[in-house]
């Protein structure tokens, strides 16, 4: 069985999982000779936002790739796809109002138009016979607005090839296709990269607490946060989860509230210099990786 590594993040944004991500598969690869995967289960990104990149990827990959994983990929000598190594990626954008004035006031406007909505999600589900299945949820009010969507270049090579599109018109039918192929991408993927890996560094998605609640297996737990790290026991962080949720069925699991539940067994300081950095994090995975070898 391969060693699984999970980093979480303390802030929804710019917690540094990615940075530390990419110490960790670096150190293993380069230090230790280890033969290491990435895998994402969920990432987004946005084309308002992130426009050029994700256009260089998809003609690059030939798909909507999460910028997170290409990164990761990048430090790893596993030859991977990046759609198995990231099996559910969503790709946003805004939804800015071409009919400002008909909406009568600037606060209409801004809580109707100007928020991130998902234009497209998109679920890698691995088979038995090692192919693929690309299936994309596509927000039909959306897409099919040429007010607000009318990059079709960009856009339909991607869907002509997908073998399955479910398009939705509100959250409540988004919420309910994603819930039918969520847990079949996150595992078939899981899976696969299992069957190819020493080691698998799982990163998480903004502070999800576990953006893949169907896999429940890690030998180490990451919290990451600007300058700081900390070092969880996994059958107690797995329990605290289980207790959060216990109480709070309807609320994501953030990482914050899992926290409350759960205690570090350790906790570093890492310095913003890759090199003093990744020497600390040498000597956390080299320790452990003794022991369970």
Same mark, same amino acid.
């Given at each position: 069985?391969?060693?699984?590594?999970?980093?979480?993040?303390?802030?929804?944004?710019?917690?540094?999982?990615?940075?530390?991500?990419?110490?960790?598969?670096?150190?293993?690869?380069?230090?230790?000779?280890?033969?290491?995967?990435?895998?994402?289960?969920?990432?987004?990104?946005?084309?308002?936002?992130?426009?050029?990149?994700?256009?260089?990827?998809?003609?690059?990959?030939?798909?909507?790739?999460?910028?997170?994983?290409?990164?990761?990929?990048?430090?790893?000598?596993?030859?991977?796809?990046?759609?198995?190594?990231?099996?559910?990626?969503?790709?946003?954008?805004?939804?800015?109002?071409?009919?400002?004035?008909?909406?009568?006031?600037?606060?209409?406007?801004?809580?109707?138009?100007?928020?991130?909505?998902?234009?497209?999600?998109?679920?890698?589900?691995?088979?038995?016979?090692?192919?693929?299945?690309?299936?994309?949820?596509?927000?039909?009010?959306?897409?099919?607005?040429?007010?607000?969507? &009318?990059?079709?270049?960009? *856009? $339909?090579? +991607? @869907? %002509?090839? =997908?073998?399955?599109?479910?398009? #939705?018109?509100?959250?409540?039918?988004?919420?309910?296709?994603?819930?039918?192929?969520?847990?079949?991408?996150?595992?078939?993927?899981?899976?696969?990269?299992?069957?190819?890996?020493?080691?698998?560094?799982?990163?998480?998605?903004?502070?999800?607490?576990?953006?893949?609640?169907?896999?429940?297996?890690?030998?180490?737990?990451?919290?990451?946060?600007?300058?700081?790290?900390?070092?969880?026991?996994?059958?107690?962080?797995?329990?605290?989860?289980?207790?959060?949720?216990?109480?709070?069925? &309807?609320?994501?699991?953030? *990482? $914050?509230? +899992? @926290? %409350?539940? =759960?205690?570090?067994?350790?906790? #570093?300081?890492?310095?913003?210099?890759?090199?003093?950095?990744?020497?600390?994090?040498?000597?956390?995975?080299?320790?452990?990786?003794?022991?369970?070898?």
């Amino acid at each position: 069985m391969p060693v699984t590594i999970f980093i979480g993040g303390l802030l929804e944004y710019n917690s540094g999982k990615t940075t530390i991500a990419k110490d960790i598969i670096s150190c293993f690869e380069n230090d230790l000779s280890v033969k290491t995967s990435p895998f994402k289960p969920l990432s987004g990104n946005n084309l308002y936002f992130h426009y050029d990149l994700i256009k260089e990827h998809v003609d690059k990959f030939g798909n909507f790739v999460s910028l997170d994983i290409v990164e990761l990929l990048s430090c790893s000598s596993i030859d991977l796809s990046q759609i198995i190594a990231n099996p559910v990626h969503r790709v946003s954008t805004q939804a800015l109002s071409y009919d400002f004035f008909k909406e009568g006031s600037i606060n209409t406007f801004y809580s109707k138009y100007t928020g991130s909505v998902t234009l497209f999600q998109r679920f890698t589900i691995c088979k038995q016979d090692s192919e693929v299945e690309n299936i994309y949820l596509v927000n039909e009010p959306i897409y099919k607005n040429k007010k607000f969507w &009318n990059d079709l270049l960009l *856009t $339909e090579p +991607i @869907l %002509k090839q =997908a073998n399955e599109i479910k398009f #939705f018109k509100n959250e409540h039918e988004y919420y309910s296709l994603n819930s039918q192929f969520y847990a079949d991408a996150t595992k078939s993927s899981f899976e696969n990269v299992k069957a190819n890996s020493s080691v698998i560094v799982v990163e998480s998605f903004n502070n999800s607490a576990h953006p893949a609640w169907c896999i429940r297996e890690a030998d180490l737990i990451f919290i990451v946060g600007p300058g700081s790290l900390f070092l969880y026991d996994p059958e107690s962080y797995f329990r605290a989860i289980d207790n959060y949720r216990a109480i709070n069925r &309807n609320k994501p699991t953030a *990482t $914050e509230e +899992i @926290l %409350k539940f =759960a205690t570090p067994k350790d906790a #570093f300081s890492l310095p913003e210099d890759q090199m003093k950095r990744k020497t600390i994090l040498l000597e956390i995975l080299q320790s452990f990786y003794d022991r369970i070898k």
